[in-house]
C-alpha cells in the first residue's frame, strides 16, 4: 500500500497536494484551490484524478472543483458540516469515518476552528 504524495503550488500563495495509490493508479487530490495548476501536476505525473478531498469550503479550497470534476470525473468527498457551502459535493462524511483511497484509508477527524465545520 505504497503513496507517493505530490506538493502543487497553486493561486500564488497556497498549496495543493496529490496523493497517488501506486497499486491502483487511483488519485486524490486534497482541496482543489486551482484546476490548471493541478491539471499540469497530474499530466507531469502521469496520474489520472479520480477523488477529491475537500477539507472546508474556503475559495481558496474548492475553487478548482467544477473544472476538475467535469475533466476528470473524479468523485468529490467533502465535510458534512458544510455541505451547502460546497458545490458538487458527492459523497458526505464527518468526524471518525474513513475515506478511502484505493488500498489506504484516511481516519477524519474533526478540527472546527478555522471554519465551523
Do not use: Q
Not at 486534497?30 to 474556503?58: C, N, Q, S, Y
Amino acid at each position: 500500500m505504497a503513496l507517493l504524495i505530490d506538493i502543487v503550488m497553486c493561486r500564488t500563495d497556497n498549496y495543493g497536494y496529490l496523493v497517488h495509490d501506486v497499486e491502483t493508479g487511483k488519485t486524490a487530490a486534497i482541496d482543489a484551490p486551482e484546476a490548471k495548476a493541478i491539471k499540469a501536476a497530474l499530466e507531469m505525473r502521469g496520474w489520472k484524478l479520480t477523488d477529491i478531498f475537500v477539507t472546508h469550503h474556503h475559495t481558496d479550497h474548492v475553487e478548482g472543483i467544477p473544472a476538475l470534476k467535469r475533466e476528470y470525473g473524479a468523485k468529490v468527498t467533502g465535510p458534512k458540516a458544510e455541505a451547502e457551502k460546497i458545490l458538487g459535493l458527492d459523497v458526505l462524511v464527518g468526524p471518525g469515518e474513513n475515506v478511502s483511497l484505493g488500498a489506504t484509508d484516511f481516519y477524519v477527524i474533526g478540527m472546527p476552528g478555522h471554519t465551523l465545520g
